[in-house]
Each structure stands twice: as structure tokens, then as C-alpha cells.
């Protein structure tokens, strides 16, 4: 299993952008996938969630009305599109395949992707 997440660089406060997240390897058709973020010093932090079934998804509370998580009929490719961004959403952010356990917990992924780094300027 690969993930490799894409999309990050420099950015204003309040521009946009979209983060890619490409899995390979096998068939991810029934896989819940997420993304986190996170600054150096700083624990892992849970960012957004998709099942598979369904599509539902979960957001840090912190971050509803911003940002978006999505992906590709053929499920292999997730997204997160990142509105209105803030100087506080700088941060490697890194897509990562559920395994089981709570979504917002990290221990709960068992594969992660290299992660892209997002740098928001004042």
C-alpha cells in the first residue's frame, strides 16, 4: 500500500487549495481514509474523514465550514480542499488509511503517506 499526498506550498491567508492524496497498491474500494496535519513540536492532528460506504464524513470541529474532504468514484484518490486559509493551518499534512479505532486518533491508521507540507503567509 502507497499513499502519496500532493498538492502543498505557499499560500496567503484566506487563498485556497487542494490537497491530493493517491493510494495504490490494491483496491481501496472499502477503505475509510483521512487526513491529518501536523507542526513540528506538535502531536499528530486529526483533520477529516471519509467512509466508504457512503461517503459520510467527519471533520475537526475546528475546521468545519473550511475545509472539505472528497474523493474519486474509483476511491483510489482522496481530496481536501482548504478554504479561507489561516496563518494556524500551516502544517505538513499527511492522508492516511483507517484500520480501526476512533477516526480522529492517528493510532487508528495503519499506513500514512509521505505528507505535503502547507505554508500559509500573513
Known amino acids: 500500500v502507497q499513499l502519496q499526498a500532493s498538492g502543498g506550498g505557499l499560500v496567503q491567508a484566506g487563498d485556497s487549495l487542494r490537497l491530493s492524496c493517491e493510494a495504490s497498491?490494491?483496491?481501496?474500494?472499502?477503505?475509510?481514509m483521512a487526513w491529518f496535519r501536523q507542526v513540528p513540536g506538535k502531536e499528530r492532528e486529526f483533520v477529516a474523514a471519509?467512509?466508504?460506504?457512503?461517503?459520510?464524513?467527519y471533520y475537526a470541529d475546528s475546521l468545519k465550514g473550511r475545509f472539505t474532504i472528497s474523493r474519486t468514484k474509483a476511491k483510489n484518490t482522496v481530496y481536501l480542499q482548504m478554504n479561507s486559509l489561516k496563518t494556524e493551518d500551516t502544517a505538513v499534512y499527511y492522508c492516511?488509511?483507517?484500520?480501526?479505532?476512533?477516526?480522529?486518533?492517528?493510532?487508528?491508521?495503519?499506513?500514512w503517506g509521505r505528507g505535503t507540507l502547507v505554508t500559509v503567509s500573513s
Open positions: 497498491g490494491r483496491s481501496f474500494t472499502y477503505d475509510d
Open positions: 471519509i467512509l466508504w460506504n457512503n461517503n459520510r464524513t
Open positions: 492516511a488509511l483507517f484500520t480501526g479505532g476512533r477516526y480522529f486518533s492517528p493510532a487508528s491508521y495503519g499506513a
